[in-house]
């Protein structure tokens, strides 16, 4: 399956994206909604301290990240990505006070056995650690087109759910081809050292692929309700990095009547995703009610 290693890294990456998240996220609550796909709206983030912190703990999270890709399989590293989302909930409590409420907790319970029997059913192989030109070509162009479409789709319609579910489809597939361009840039650094990575296409791919995830997530928390963005970014993420591990890396997973429980793992991660961005949205509304209306806000 995975060595404890990289399952080790995967959480400490998870826990430092958790903090970013929980930062970025109270920074784009300051900002005005907008009913556009917003280039500016990193410009304004830039202003604000709290985002600045929250770009802060991208570093560490990247670095974890590659070490765990270094050492397990794409298709168990990225999943676990999804302990993103009770571990912002727990930090978020720590930083910014209150408690967890029992649907909370519930979100978490449902989150942790979904990914645990999903994992556990799979079993993923490690599988090789660099994919030919080949292969990446055909991945890209999908890649590209899925964003291009659920982009398209969300700027057909007002900021409200549906923008923020296509922003957050689209957000899932830039970050898990983020994850895949950095096992293979991680990989070319192994074995071939520094200059052959910071010489190989892998390397800016991934750069520029976590600069449009970076994008398309602030836009998505910023259109509308992390009930509509946060599941399809969680989930996505997961099936995505899945799908790119066995094509391009040719990782494993047990098929047959271990479909059943695999299928069973990612409802129970679909529901705790659910609930867990309720209890988020319901806290960001409270804080949102006790500071006042964002700046450029309709009174």
């Not at 912190?53 to 999270?61: D, H, I, R, S, T």
């Not at 291009?148 to 579910?165: I, N």
């Not at 489809?169 to 071939?192: E, F, G, P």
Request: with cysteine; hydrophobic share 60%.
């Amino acid at each position: 399956m995975a060595r404890w290693p990289a399952v080790l890294f995967a959480l400490l990456a998870a826990a430092c994206n958790a903090l970013s998240t929980v930062l970025q996220r109270r920074a784009a609550r300051s900002v005005p909604v907008c009913g556009r796909l917003r280039l500016g709206l990193i410009a304004d983030l830039l202003h604000r301290a709290v985002w600045l912190a929250g770009m802060a703990m991208v570093l560490p999270a990247a670095c974890f990240q590659a070490l765990a890709l270094s050492l397990g399989a794409l298709s168990v590293v990225q999943p676990i990505f999804v302990l993103e989302l009770p571990l912002a909930l727990l930090i978020g409590r720590l930083l910014l006070g209150g408690r967890i409420s029992r649907p909370g907790w519930a979100g978490v319970g449902l989150l942790v056995v979904g990914l645990g029997t999903a994992l556990a059913a799979a079993a993923p192989s490690v599988g090789r650690d660099h994919a030919p030109l080949s292969r990446w070509v055909p991945a890209l162009v999908v890649c590209a087109t899925v964003i291009a479409a659920t982009v398209g789709a969300g700027l057909r319609r007002g900021a409200g759910s549906v923008r923020a579910a296509g922003f957050g489809a689209a957000t899932a597939v830039a970050y898990a081809l983020t994850a895949a361009l950095l096992k293979d840039a991680t990989h070319v650094w192994q074995a071939a050292g520094p200059a052959a990575f910071f010489l190989s296409w892998q390397t800016y791919g991934f750069a520029l692929a976590g600069a449009l995830a970076l994008f398309l997530m602030e836009n998505a928390m910023q259109s509308g309700p992390l009930t509509a963005s946060q599941p399809v970014l969680t989930l996505g993420d997961a099936l995505v990095s899945l799908s790119l591990g066995v094509t391009l890396f040719d990782e494993q997973v047990r098929v047959g009547w271990w479909l059943l429980l695999e299928g069973l793992g990612v409802g129970l991660v679909l529901w705790g995703a659910v609930m867990l961005s309720r209890v988020a949205l319901a806290r960001d509304l409270a804080a949102g009610q006790a500071a006042g209306p964002p700046p450029g806000s309709p009174a």
